[in-house]
């Protein structure tokens, strides 16, 4: 068990959608947990299998009492409207004011392989829509206007410096 190395922003890997998670067995575990130990490690709330560099359409979460691992995952629901700034351990967490859906439904598999749905509201919603995001290849930074997405970008490539 052991945190791994953060890809950051603009890795190939950020920007593809993941494959499906098929085999439900013992490397699974021993990768959720790397991945839980590198989201803590970090200071994160939420960690996509892309951020480790593995294009799988995974993330594990730890944010406003969730606690949870979603394999293919889906957002099946969304409703209602939030404001409030998002940051990525991807991109230095340089944050953004990003409005998200209020309300979300989780579609996923857990661990087993055993498929769940979850409602959440608030943070844990706008987890859950940041995380499936990344699995699908789709930085938070997406969804900004031009102007702010180079922002947030800039502040991140001097942060490198
Ligand atoms: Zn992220």
């Given at each position: 068990?052991?945190?791994?190395?953060?890809?950051?922003?603009?890795?190939?890997?950020?920007?593809?959608?993941?494959?499906?998670?098929?085999?439900?067995?013992?490397?699974?575990?021993?990768?959720?947990?790397?991945?839980?130990e590198?989201?803590?490690a970090?200071?994160?709330?939420?960690?996509?299998?892309?951020?480790?560099?593995?294009?799988?359409?995974?993330?594990?979460?730890?944010?406003?009492?969730?606690?949870?691992v979603?394999?293919?995952?889906?957002?099946?629901?969304?409703?209602?409207?939030?404001?409030?700034?998002?940051?990525?351990?991807?991109?230095?967490?340089?944050?953004?004011?990003?409005?998200?859906?209020?309300?979300?439904?989780?579609?996923?598999?857990?661990?087993?392989?055993?498929?769940f749905?979850l409602?959440?509201?608030?943070?844990?919603a706008?987890?859950?829509?940041?995380?499936?995001?990344?699995?699908?290849?789709?930085?938070?930074?997406r969804?900004?206007?031009?102007?702010?997405?180079?922002?947030?970008?800039?502040?991140?490539?001097?942060?490198?410096?």
């Amino acid at each position: 068990m052991a945190a791994r190395p953060i890809v950051e922003y603009p890795a190939i890997v950020l920007m593809t959608p993941g494959d499906q998670v098929v085999n439900f067995d013992r490397d699974l575990e021993s990768l959720v947990k790397d991945m839980f130990e590198t989201m803590y490690a970090e200071g994160g709330v939420g960690l996509a299998a892309q951020q480790i560099g593995l294009s799988l359409r995974l993330f594990v979460m730890d944010c406003d009492g969730i606690k949870l691992v979603a394999a293919n995952p889906e957002i099946i629901f969304l409703e209602g409207e939030q404001g409030g700034e998002e940051g990525c351990l991807s991109v230095g967490k340089v944050r953004a004011e990003l409005k998200r859906s209020e309300r979300a439904t989780l579609r996923a598999q857990d661990i087993q392989g055993k498929t769940f749905e979850l409602a959440a509201s608030g943070l844990a919603a706008r987890c859950f829509q940041h995380e499936t995001d990344h699995c699908d290849g789709i930085l938070f930074i997406r969804h900004l206007s031009p102007l702010r997405r180079d922002l947030v970008t800039s502040k991140f490539r001097k942060m490198k410096k």
